[in-house]
Each structure stands twice: as structure tokens, then as C-alpha cells.
T-cell receptor, first 111, second 116 residues
């Protein structure tokens, strides 16, 4: 059974700092890995999708990497802003529509 | 603004009520999903529709009844719910099964359901 773990569970940083969120998964047979953002009481916003054959994806200040063989992904956020405060969820897609989520990292960026 | 629209945003219902949650997308996606999310937990998959046919039912109790009237709409009919069913119900869509590898899920903002 696929298990997804995110470390740390919570992170508080001052504005402007670069930071890294970590995600690990137990079964490397995946179609893709997706990073989402969730604001309190809201739905999930797709940030980045990395296909199994890819190593990284970038969007603005966000960069996500994937090492499928070791079962790891990182989300790098450059020059963090208070508006980045949210819960960040990592999820892997095994190819049967059953996206498996980690428990998330609660990020707080302090002005 | 999300491209997946869910109504209502909030719903309070008694245990004997019948209500429905609605979801709509106009991105041409052929896979649609219902997820349930409890506070401070990740979303849990309930149902998947692929080309308007039920593809996955994650052993969800029969008091939850999904329906996909057409490729743009997804409903979740609720009947005789329990207080522990109170949660955020999220709808999502993605491109079809063939495109799973490069098709992210797009989520709506959810319906906050409270069962009294």
C-alpha cells in the first residue's frame, strides 16, 4: 500500500527566506507526483505536477524535484511571502485514479 | 477563481434530511471525483467517474449516492447521514484515463457539510 509522508508537519519562517518542503513515498510505481496548496476552509490549488519520467518542474518562485528511485520529492519556495502561508500537500498518482495524499505541511510566513 | 464550481458552499442538514451537492466543470475533463476531508486531515477519495460511468467506489456507505448526469456535472445525493459525516466535500476533475500521467487534478472550493 502506497504511503506518503511529509516533513515537517509545520514550518514557520520570516518573510524573504528560501525554504524546502519534503515528501517521501513508499512505492515508486507512480504516474506522477503533484503538489497542492490549500488555504483554510478552501479547496486545493494545483501548484506543480511532475511526471514519472521528469526530474523537476518550475513555476515562478516554486521548484519541485522528483527522485522516483529513492521515493522523494522536494518543493522549494524562493523568497517566501506572507501570502504563501497555507498547507502544502504532496500526492502521488499510481495510475488508477487513486491519488494518495500526504498529511501536509502547514507553512506560516511571518511579515 | 477555481474552474470547478461547487454548490452550495455551506450546508446544514438533519439526520433525516435528503440533500444534494453539485459540482460543475467546463474544461472538457472526462474524469470527475468526490473527496471527503475532515479537519486537519488530507482528502480521502470516495468516488471516481470516468466518461460518466462510475469507475471507483471506495467502499462508501450507501447513504452517499453519486450521480453523473453528463460530462460536466457531478452530484452527490445525501440521505440519512450521521454527525460523523460532517466534513468538507471536495469535487475534482482531470482529463481522461489515457492522460492521467500529465493531467493534474483541479479541485473546487468544496461544500462544508454539517450534520446535526
Amino acid at each position: 500500500k502506497q504511503e506518503v509522508t511529509q516533513i515537517p508537519a509545520a514550518l514557520s519562517v520570516p518573510e524573504g527566506e528560501n525554504l524546502v518542503l519534503n515528501c517521501s513515498f513508499t512505492d515508486s510505481a507512480i504516474y506522477n507526483l503533484q503538489w497542492f496548496r490549500q488555504d483554510p476552509g478552501k479547496g486545493l490549488t494545483s501548484l506543480l505536477l511532475i511526471q514519472s519520467s521528469q526530474r523537476e518542474q518550475t513555476s515562478g518562485r516554486l521548484n519541485a524535484s522528483l527522485d522516483k528511485s529513492s521515493g522523494r520529492s522536494t518543493l522549494y519556495i524562493a523568497a517566501s511571502q506572507p501570502g504563501d502561508s497555507a498547507t502544502y500537500l504532496c500526492a502521488v498518482m499510481p495510475g488508477n485514479y487513486k491519488l494518495t495524499f500526504g498529511k501536509g505541511t502547514l507553512l506560516t510566513v511571518n511579515p | 477563481d477555481t474552474e470547478v464550481t461547487q454548490t452550495p458552499k455551506h450546508l446544514v442538514m438533519g439526520m433525516t434530511n435528503k440533500k444534494s451537492l453539485k459540482c460543475e466543470q467546463h474544461m472538457g475533463h472526462r474524469a470527475m471525483y468526490w473527496y471527503k476531508q475532515k479537519a486537519k486531515k488530507p482528502p480521502e477519495l470516495m468516488f471516481v467517474y470516468s466518461y460518466e460511468k462510475l469507475s471507483i467506489n471506495e467502499s462508501v456507505p450507501s447513504r452517499f449516492s453519486p450521480e453523473c448526469p453528463n460530462s460536466s456535472l457531478l452530484n452527490l445525493h445525501l440521505h440519512a447521514l450521521q454527525p460523523e459525516d460532517s466534513a468538507l466535500y471536495l469535487c475534482a476533475s482531470s482529463q481522461d484515463e489515457v492522460r492521467q500521467e500529465d493531467s493534474p487534478l483541479h479541485f473546487g472550493n468544496g461544500t462544508r457539510l454539517t450534520v446535526t
